[in-house]
């Protein structure tokens, strides 16, 4: 355990009057303390602080270090994130190095890992986003949420890091209306993790997983090479108003050519039209952000079906039930826009993304793929990683 | 071989003036010579006689005996069959004794078996019926076409009889438009030829495939207890404009317990609505009168789909499609037609029919059912009938 007491600092709003709107996103660019500054250090524990005014309308907080040159400023900013006057600086700010969500216990991490912060070769600037969910419109609420960084000059074996496996933010794989249950899986596959890890393996000890609001099911399997799989991280029960980062109960190790198997269901029964994947609130998504050590060349593994096959499909929804769908003249979109949508087209949808061959992103750190980490496989190649069955009882 | 010299009686129209419409059935009752209504016959071949004139406009004709008691007259009669004129007292005048077809050879029995005709049992009346087909409106056309019978009173050791299997008459099932192939089958199972059949198990040496417009393909197979499946007609280029009793090349036998599986395949690309099961022209049939010997109890061994699951199919189908279908309130055609039939619909249907429990109607020749004969059996307990597969060749 990590003592209260041990060397903290914290980045909290300065006193921001929560507004009475239902949605805001508050950025605040800090700082990091000098001594962090000129060594690097490890974080070895992070905790979310809430305002007692503000329990209930705090959503979620990230903090993230700015990804730029040490010598690059990033401008002074204290304001609604998505405001016009936000400054572009600021865009480069997006890896997380803590965090904390409704539900979330404070992060502590092994003992023999920490996250990488400070040193001359970093920048020394941060953001801290805090989303005020305020539905109520509750005005005059001074906030001084923020976030609490436990850290170590003393760094520890290993460097802790994210990655992040599931499906790809685009409209290839979407959700149909009016569904009770429809699922999405991203495979992150046996070549990827071959090129990516270390020959030594991973050991993954927590995990945040994250869909938007129509996510009601999330899991983490790992495919092992002799077809064994065990449960990474499971939510039977997944609210997308909880996405805590959680601390695995037991740590497990991911090795070369093993799959990464990451599955969500959604409930899009109050929905008349097509959920897209996508980046906006309306769009979906259907990822987890694996917390690691050591750090490896993998950062983002993700997939979506190959085009070729969903045009396939789109053809053969237009032969087998008269959809409109056109793959020359109109988008992805617009072709899942234009099928009917009943449970039975829902269903065939279902097993054509089960079974269709995929596009697989297997990318390093500076966003390019790895090398040959770029890949159209066939599913036919893969067919065991599609029909797994979760025991029935909850594990955890 | 039965010389053209052999005695023989005809049966053909009176200088009938064919009229000037597509169709016409036409309708004349005859007495049988005096000899044969003495004591029984044999039947031991039949032609049909075309007058040269006629040629291509007599689509087929049928002699049919009438099943009354030998003291009934039967009024005379001869005009067209479907006129209000028409005595009632031709109404039981349905047992075939003799037919043509477009195609036809001349009918001959096989030396051990003849058809039976005639004696102070039987009525001494039979009904010709001469479907004229022209669709050139052709007049004027004086024809004296009709069938010959040669008959002997040496009769011969089996008496020869005819036996339907296929599907029953009624809309349960049906054909949804749009489709170059969609199948239908009867199965007339063990359960039925086991107390239908004599011990000894009958000889098929003749079949007349049957459908109306728009079948295509028609087979008959018979599956043994052990699991053999052996072809007993097949026609993989049906026409309902050629509907001929053919001899079979080697005569089949059937025993107790053989499962008949007669099947046939649609074509209904022009047509825009539901094709019914059912007695109309507009509707479909799925039959073959099979010729055999010696007379078994079994006369008619049809199925149609189970009533109770039709109707959990038309639940499921506004389940998984939002088809308006209501068992309550609807009939089967009604119900039929509240589907929204695409190729995707249309193949869950054609599952459903090869998988679903169907009622087995196995009735003698009073039209009754036989003991027990008049079964809903669970088509998982006769899985193989629905998987055969036709070897690619044709046989015969």
């Known amino acids: 355990m990590i003592s209260n007491n041990e060397p903290h600092v914290d980045f909290r709003n300065f006193n921001v009057t929560i507004p009475d709107v239902e949605t805001t996103y508050w950025c605040t660019r800090f700082e990091l303390p000098s001594e962090i500054v000129k060594k690097p250090h490890h974080i070895i524990r992070f905790d979310g ?6 329990e209930g309308v705090v959503h979620h907080m990230e903090l993230f270090h700015c990804n730029v040159p040490p010598e690059k400023e990033v401008p002074k900013f204290n304001g609604p994130c998505t405001t016009e006057q ?11 190095i803590g965090a904390w969500a409704l539900g979330a ?68 794989n979407s959700i149909p209306p009016h569904l009770a249950a429809f699922r999405l899986s991203g495979y992150c596959l046996g070549p990827c993790t071959n090129v990516g890890l270390p020959e030594t393996g991973i050991t993954v000890f927590a995990s945040q997983l994250h869909t938007h609001s129509t996510g009601v099911q999330v899991f983490t399997r790992i495919i092992r090479t002799d077809g064994k799989i065990e449960i990474l ?96 003249h109109k988008t992805v979109e617009e072709n899942y826009e234009s ?29 390019n793929y790895l090398p040959g980490g770029n890949w159209d496989i066939y599913s036919a190649q893969e067919p065991l990683q599609r029909d797994v069955v979760l025991p029935s009882r909850c594990h955890q």
Chains 1, 2 share one sequence.
């Open 233 to 328: 991280n499971i939510d039977r029960h997944y609210s997308p108003h909880f996405q805590e980062i959680r601390i695995l109960q037991k740590p497990i190790q991911i090795y070369r050519n093993d799959t990464i198997l990451h599955t969500c269901i959604y409930n899009t029964l109050r929905r008349d039209d097509m959920t897209f994947g996508g980046y906006s609130i309306h769009d979906e998504m259907c990822v987890n952000y694996m917390h690691y050590y050591p750090k490896a060349e993998l950062e983002l593994c993700k997939t979506s079906v190959n085009d070729a096959s969903l045009n396939e499909f789109f053809l053969a929804i237009h032969k087998v039930d008269y959809a409109l769908t056109d793959t020359t």
């Open 49 to 54: 602080i809430v305002s007692p005014q503000s």
């Open 86 to 96: 936000k400054p572009m600086g600021l865009t480069e700010c997006r890896r997380v």
């Open 339 to 367: 099928i009917r949508w009943t449970p039975l087209t829902s269903a065939i949808l279902q097993t054509f993304y089960e079974e269709a061959p995929i596009h697989l992103s297997c990318n390093g750190s500076n966003g």
């Open 105 to 172: 216990a404070n992060f502590i991490y092994p003992k023999e890992a920490g996250g990488t912060i400070g040193g001359r070769a970093q920048s020394r600037y941060v953001v801290l986003e805090v989303h005020f969910n305020n539905p109520d419109l509750k005005s005059n609420i001074i906030d001084q949420s923020g976030i609490r960084i436990y850290y170590t000059p003393q760094r520890r074996k290993y460097d802790a890091a994210i990655m992040e496996v599931g499906l790809e933010y685009n409209s290839k």
